[in-house]
């Protein structure tokens, strides 16, 4: 693996070897010294263009673990904010040799852009509305030490599956598993053509019994603005997972930060069924096995545009008969 | 109305050649033959059995000469074709000479085998006064290298709010009116400009788009979208708006024309139109009769254009659209974009393509090729565009002004191999290997383009 920007890039057998290193590390988080030396000597630059706090400390805390150098460069007040492009800001902080770049923007696809500009392996920490793949490799490493294997497990996302990159990078990972997942919100919530993915979509909770697994999505306050649903009020009442609408068999998810009365009632939080504080707590040990995946494996000086995918390769016209 | 002339270029030589042995294929003259053309004083002038014109005295063979005439081989096997007609291309002067200015933008489609092209207003400032219209037309009379006609915008600044002036605009040249990119949201201002239509005339040129539905999108609502997590336009942005201006055009027995259509739903608004006897007519472009959704997956900024790609059923009925005549012409587009303004996420990036310098060969290659379309129809339908806008269609016929294109429809190509004569290079099938390639263009008699390889395949 040359770098993380998509689910899509991995098989089940990648992410597999991924969760287990995880879990190796995990044995380190225990112990009195919690760092190891695997990537002593590496740089790993954090390129936030969006507010984060846990994706940000989760990977600072995973690159220090594993004794690699961390630089933060956070968008605001910086040079971004004097009109320099994605592209410039990629390239200046380039020549510090970053090994890798852990890059959040608010845009798709910046990701794969900027790993076409430089050297670095990069990990996509979200772009835009895209992919957010470390949030669903932890989802699959929570699940795993939870409950074991999910294949056949019934999974169910719930919630603003539109402007959800949690959603898009969980629905590639848990099919990836062998889980059978199902997203379910408000129909000016759930993008057209998301079927074609693999997923069900559901309108109502009606079938929620059937989940083995509830994934509920945070429901941003910005898209009543937008009269993406009439109010909080009537989102709550039908899609609030609480107390009434989740079964005792079943484990519920959150990526978190929570609104605790909207997509969640409080009393499900504080369940033992929710493992939302296990899957923060993943969020290291999971960041530190893609680390290591990424730059303990890359032995060779890392080339410019190593595994670069560029799409103006020569092709033939599509010549299909109309 | 116009006491001008509409279409507007450069002054250069007329063209003095003697293009031996070419098949000239010419669908409306019902011409599909071997021939020898000559070109005399930039008309033209003789039409003859292969053989049968011999060079002029003094003439100074390929390399052309003082007072000479420039001799061409086709050897039966180069095409000669009317010079083909873009009703939409946008040129970026005023105010954006750093994507493309006229000069390279006619540059460009002579490159691409087109003796004229129309000019959109999304220019800044705006096309949208007399004043500027003049000045714009001076320009292009010392730079165009192919005839240029002007749609000044139909409200000012494209805003959507007053109407521009006009029957003064129609006075000083404007074949037209438009306010592509920015389309007339309000039926009742659309109404206004479709009155006014008959003191003043004037085709209005229709960019469809309900920005309430496309608000918030960047590439067609479907699959893709979902997968990638970018905002979708649904096809029913556009569609719904062309049956809306066509029952007004209806309504107010206006001539309108719809731009650059994207989606099956809208090619059946068309038709039924037509059906009703609305004076309606409609373009398409070659990247909407070749490429959907499935392109974007990349996110490459290339791609993005409005209206978006859409599905393979959308450009199965696009082909089908052009090829019954439901659509008239094919249009390029033509929206160059600086490097640096779409080396940026896809999101960001600004929509549009280049098109002019591929837009017959990635026709060729994609459509006549595998035959889904004939070459014939092809070109009419390229050539169909000047009609529209009152314009004399570009002809193969003794005593015309010379409005030619010889293509090598054997040259195989890679688009942008060895640049591009656009300003921009944001061209949607760069890269891609392409078979047809343009020669040499005539335009309004003079020579326009001429590739360099053309002394060599002609030998």
Known sequence: MNHLISIEDLERADIERIVSQAERFAEVSDREIKTVPALRGRMVLNLFYESSTRTRSSFELAAKRLSADVVNFAASGSSVEKGESLKDTVLTLSAHKPDAIVLRTPWAGAAELVSRWCSAAIVNAGDGKHEHPTQALLDVYTLRRRVGAIDGCSIWIVGDVAHSRVARSNVLAFQRMGAKVTVAGPPTLIPRGIEQLGCEVRYTLDELPSADIVYALRMQNERMNETWVPSIREYASWYQINGARLSPHQILMHPGPVNRGVELS????????????????????????????????????????????????????????? | MSPVDALISGRRAPAELLLRDVHVLDPRAGIDARHDVRVSGGVLAELGAPGALEPRAGSAGESGGEGGEELIEGHGRLRLLPAFFDPHVHLRTPGQEHKEDIETGTRAAAAGGFGAVIAMPNTDPVLDSAPLLRSLRDTAAREARVPVGFLPAITRGLAGEQLTEMAELRQEGALGFTDDGHPVQSAGMLRKALQYQRLCGGVLSLHE????????????????????????????????????????????????????????????????????????????????????????????????????????????????????????????DHAPHAREEKEVPFEQAPMGSTGLETAFAALHTG?????????????????????????????????????????????????????????????????????????????????AHRDRALAMVAA
């Open chain 1, 266 to 322: 409080g009393e499900v939080v504080d369940s033992p069924q929710a493992v939302i504080t296990a899957q923060v707590e993943a969020g290291v040990v999971v960041r530190m096995a893609v680390l290591y995946e990424l730059l303990a494996g890359a032995r060779e000086p890392r080339a410019l545009g190593d595994g670069a995918r560029e799409p103006a390769g020569v092709s033939a016209l599509g010549s299909q008969p109309g």
């Open chain 2, 209 to 332: 788009e309900d920005r309430t539905l496309s608000r918030g999108g960047a590439m067609h609502e479907g699959a893709v979208s979902a997968a990638l997590g970018i905002g979708g336009i649904p096809s029913v942005a556009e569609s719904t708006m062309v049956a809306r201006d066509a029952a007004l055009a209806g309504h107010e027995g206006a001539r309108v024309h719809f731009q650059h259509l994207s989606s099956a739903a809208s090619v059946e608004a068309i038709a039924a139109a037509r059906q009703r006897g609305w004076r309606v007519s409609a373009e398409v472009c070659p990247h909407h009769l070749l490429l959907t959704e499935q392109d974007v997956r990349t996110m490459d900024t290339r791609m993005k254009m409005y209206p978006p790609l859409a599905t393979e059923a959308d450009r199965v009925a696009l082909v089908e659209g052009l090829r019954a005549g439901t659509i008239d012409c094919v249009a390029t």
């Open chain 2, 367 to 447: 459509l006549v090729l595998p035959g889904v379309i004939d070459l014939a129809l092809l070109v009419e339908r390229m050539t169909a565009g000047a009609a529209l806008f009152e314009l004399p269609t570009p002809t193969v016929a003794v005593g015309a002004p010379a409005n030619l294109t010889l293509v090598d429809l054997d040259a195989v190509w890679v688009a942008g191999e060895h640049g591009w004569e656009s300003r921009s290079e944001n061209c949607c099938f760069a890269g891609r290997r392409l078979q047809g390639r343009v020669l040499m263009t005539l335009a309004a008699g003079a020579l």
